[in-house]
């Protein structure tokens, strides 16, 4: 019987050893600066005795890797450790990742250096305060971000929504319009659907998680190589598709259909591809009873990476997006149905947006590198509103157009002098065409006018040069200067910029940056039109950048190996602002949200941000995951009459939790994912409205001398992601649900006068919002 048992049991442990699945593991290894591959590198999986050394192209490779979660330590003579963490390994999907080494300064020997690797270290290197990289896990992980790297962002110190029904973004206080995007290295339009002009944000992002790598997100005092922003910077990068395997990911739900299909274009050869489309229809929300507003909306989008290495040549790339969105609302064409003036009007809305770049990638001798890039964007955005003063008669309300192209050229050289010294230089041309046309009124009694009718082209000159000063391994200077140019009125910006960096110990580090930073107004802005006794003009072809210094101090705290605490305080001084050309208005571009406005304008506001970041993280470790982020600050401009106000972004505080717990069963074959969001904000300011004046004229108008003296109640919302995960024999499935304002919440979005009602009218923000979707990988 005792040998009965023994035999049985031992079968029994080959069973479940046998039924345990196992997934490959592999990437490569490559110097942070110069993207070399490194040869030799020691690479370990976390935890366990499984060892590989990468080959003279940085290659690794790890076969029959159980399910669940690694980390990956990487060492070599002569570089800083490096760990990657918390790679989640399913069985649909291989493994294939990028691990980047920093140069040590002081090497003795055969000697390893030990580095305090932060999980969400910037990929670039010369990025040391307000930045961080984030994972496209974060993108899935984190409650309500469905895959959007801006909703993804909210959960960051100091970054607010600036509106549920969208993703754009508010970042210190900061007008969501002063965002850059760079994808590889390339400026970008704005990738997000339902997008306006002069905007960096929409309904939903245009981009596929399936495409996005880990990449950098900052928030202020930015690098040398960024400019044309004033707020903020996502500089995204794109994974490469499996060169060696096809694999194929498929999507359905709420949000629509999602396919992902990549891999070799030979056994032979090196190169991959990586293309997503997905085709959406709101109106499945609306069925099952969900408020997501009036009328039709839908939208569709490509995107692609196709990687083409060379032998000697170096490496190109071919990558790219489009967007379609469009949303119709029909008027309510029975009068005896009207309950609010909006019942009367009807309107047509596209938004289109293209991109396709190709980069060139090359070695230049041991330690240089040369990256161009040439990238073509096309966007078209148009809408046409009604009104019906009848039930049988209506009247065009507002119709418009803008139709913007660019042809960017880019460059950037890198070179390596020795461990303590590197230089960066770099240079962005960029062609721009316009076609643009506003035919609206002032408010809703006043006649049509054509605002815009213009033509044109224009270029814009960008250079850079940084340098970095490792003085040890523990102290890093980063110096360095950016120019903009804009031909169209020859206005233009020298920038210096300057960060330090020093680590204290193991445990603690400080970093100081500075950064006078300047922005291209939104296009619309510099051809508004202005008729005065039968001649047109345009006031605003002159106006000048707006600039901003940046001020930013710096204070990290590890208190273990997988909870760190940090604390920023920053300052920014805002000046050359557009403001109204009237000493009486209080007008300013500071509080755009969207879009332009077409008022002649000066440069003669400023505005100033300041305030104090705290946030707790604990990185991914035995399941479980959270962060605690508050921010306390001050948002003021002052326009044309001289009078400091409040921004409309000035909320004074933000408060953030986001925290998951996976519950892993089965030897990692399912795994149930709870993931919670929570917000705690002030509300945005608002301007009181006159209700008699405006009464008397039948539409709305502001207390424009009471401009944001208002402030909306505080904002508050929860939401809550739900995820099963099944890993089969080459097959992974996930079913999730996520729920946006789990409470359903009424948050205020803004306020105006009703003329069909005669009195004001308040507009909530979005309500409960359940997202459901199945995916598999295979």
Known sequence: M???????????????????????????????????????????????????????????????????????????????????????????????????????????GEVVVKANSKKNKPLNDLSVVSARAFTVEETEKYAAAVNDPLRMATNFAGVASADDGNNQIVIRGNSPTGLLWKMEGVDIPNPNHFAAQGSSGGGISILSAQLLSNSDFVTGAFAAEYGNALSGVFDLKLRKGNNEKRETTLQAGLLGLNVAVEGPF????????????????????????????????????????????????????????????????????????????????????????????????????????????????????????????????????????????????????????????????????????????????????????????????????????????????????????????????????????????????????????????????????????????????????????????????SYNHAFSKNLRFKTEVYYQQLFNVPVSTSDTNTVSTLNLQDSYITDALVNKGKGRNYGIELSLEKYLSNHVYFMFSNSLYQSKYTA??????????????????????????????????????????????TTPIDLEQSQQFGYTVFKDKEAYSLQNPAYMRGDIRISMKWNRKNFTSTLSLDIQNVTNRQNIYNSYYDAFKGKVVTNYQTGLIPILNYKVEF
């Open 640 to 685: 044309s009459d001289g009078i400091e106000r409040n921004t409309r972004f000035n909320g004074n505080f933000i408060s953030n939790i986001v925290a998951g717990k996976e519950f892993v069963y089965t030897e990692g074959r399912r795994t149930l994912g709870i993931n919670i969001k929570a917000v705690y904000a002030g509300g945005y300011r």
């Open 2 to 108: 005792k040998r009965l048992f023994s035999c049985m049991a031992l079968l029994l442990c080959t069973f479940i050893a046998q039924a345990q699945f196992t997934q490959i593991v592999r990437g490569t290894v490559t110097d942070q600066v110069l993207q070399k591959p490194i040869a030799g590198a020691a690479v370990n999986i976390v935890g366990t005795k499984r060892m590989a050394i990468t080959d003279e192209n940085g290659n690794f490779r790890f076969n029959d890797v159980p399910v669940g979660t690694v980390s990956l330590q990487v060492t070599m003579i002569g570089y800083k450790e490096n760990t990657a963490a918390n790679i989640t390994v399913n069985a649909g999907k291989e493994i294939v990742v990028s691990v980047a080494m920093m140069e040590a300064v002081y090497t003795s």
């Open 266 to 553: 030979s056994k032979k050869y090196k190169g991959s591809y990586l293309v997503n489309y997905r085709y959406s229809t709101l109106s499945l929300l609306d069925k099952i009873g969900v408020n997501i507003g009036d009328g039709t909306t839908n939208f569709q989008d490509l995107s692609y990476n196709i990687y083409l290495p060379t032998k000697k040549a170096g490496t190109f790339s071919i990558f790219g997006f489009t967007g379609l969105s469009n949303q119709d609302v029909n008027a309510q064409t029975d009068s005896l149905k009207w309950e609010t003036e909006g019942d009367r009007y009807g309107s047509k809305y596209i938004s289109n947006t293209t991109f396709s770049g190709i980069t060139h990638n090359i070695n230049v001798g041991r330690n240089s590198k040369l990256n161009s890039a040439v990238g073509y964007s096309y966007s078209k955005l148009s809408y046409l509103s009604d009104y019906l003063e009848k039930q049988d008669s209506s009247s065009v309300d507002f119709n418009g157009f803008d139709k913007t192209s660019k042809l960017s050229l880019n460059s950037t050289f890198s070179h390596r002098f020795s461990r303590k010294h590197t230089l960066k230089l770099g240079g962005i041309v960029n062609f721009i065409g316009f076609n643009y046309y506003q035919l609206s009124k002032e408010n809703t009694q006043a006649p049509l006018q054509e605002k815009i009718n213009i033509n044109n082209n224009t270029t814009t000159l960008q250079s850079f040069a940084e340098w970095q000063y490792k003085a040890s391994d523990k102290l890093t200077f980063n110096a360095g200067i950016h120019y903009l140019q804009l031909l169209y009125n020859n206005s233009s910006s020298t920038e210096p910029r300057f960060s330090v960096k020093w680590d204290v110990n193991k445990k603690n580090s400080l970093a100081f940056g500075y950064g006078l930073h300047s922005q291209v107004q939104p296009w619309g802005i510099y051809f508004a039109q202005v008729t005065d006794n039968g001649k047109t003009s345009n006031p605003n072809k002159d106006i000048e950048l707006t600039k901003a210094q940046h001020f930013v101090l």
